[in-house]
Nanobody, 124 residues
């Protein structure tokens, strides 16, 4: 089992920045990968970014490429999402999730463990 706790959300003006954190605990294997997703009211859950737990590869949705950066600190069992140049359309509940098999994926159904989410609101 893996437990995930997100933090770092809040209210920010357009053009501002936030850094989200995803603290993981439990049995985490080197083959795991971690993704960030978001869900706005009335919309489906949307892939944002993913990173391998131990290797370099990262993967971004086109809508955030160049603005968001996913990174990890293995010593702290924490994955981060640095969000810059935020836009009102980035407003959503942001979730982190763990995929317990190797490979970076964008489908929510490919992930096995989920956190409770942290709210990000970007005002215009």
């Amino acid at each position: 089992q893996v437990q995930l706790v997100e933090s770092g959300g809040g209210l920010v003006q357009a053009g501002g920045s936030l850094r989200l954190s995803c603290a993981a605990s439990g049995r985490i294997l080197v083959s795991y990968s971690v993704g960030w997703f978001r869900q706005a009211p009335g919309k489906e859950r949307e892939f944002v970014a993913a990173i391998s737990w131990t290797a370099a590869p990262t993967f971004y949705a086109d809508s955030v490429k160049g603005r968001f950066t996913i990174s990890r600190d293995n010593a702290k069992n924490t994955v981060y999402l640095q969000m810059n140049s935020l836009k009102p359309e980035d407003t959503a509940l942001y979730y982190c999730a763990v995929r317990s098999t190797y490979g970076l994926r964008s489908g929510a159904s490919e992930y096995d463990y989920w956190g409770q989410g942290t709210q990000v609101t970007v005002s215009s």
